[in-house]
């Protein structure tokens, strides 16, 4: 499968419910997924989660984001030709009037080479961790990486 690009200008938006089910998604979301707008409006935001991302990446931004505060993380996606993308995601909580959370609004720009050379040993090590022994030792091996990088996912990720 291949490497897809798109510009450091564009920048990829979605929405999703508080179940993660898609309410929206730009014409460069569509065309980096590979899917119609028909195809995604309602499907689970993980319908491009690609095989390689670990799930504790997930795990973590799901927890940050339901707790009403903002993620950045680098994710890679997978469309559904199975050609991959990467991204530099802020995801955010969606209010109602009444300050409830009504679902999550995510910007994703294009990342540096520099940043996904040194992410993608990373996740590597956390899949393997994942796979081989289970997310216990992948939350482990994630958490320990955060506390040599400062303590928080977010200021690792800037960092880099």
Known sequence: MRELKFNENEIIVSKTDTKGKITYGNDLFLKMAGYSEKELIGAPHN??????????????LWDTVS????????????????????????????????????????????????????IKPVYKQLLHAEKSVGMGASE????????????????????I
């Open 140 to 159: 482990k091996m994630f958490n320990d990486l955060l506390v040599k990088n400062g303590g928080r996912y977010d200021k690792f990720v800037l960092s």
């Open 47 to 60: 319908i491009i989660r690609h095989p390689e991302m670990p799930k504790i990446v997930f795990k973590l």
């Open 67 to 118: 707790q009403g505060k903002e993620i950045y993380a680098y994710v890679i996606n997978r469309a559904k030709n199975g050609d991959y993308y990467w991204v530099f995601a802020n995801v955010t909580p969606s209010y109602d009037s009444k300050g409830n959370i009504v679902g999550y609004y995510s910007v994703r720009r294009k990342p540096s080479r520099q940043a996904i050379d040194i």
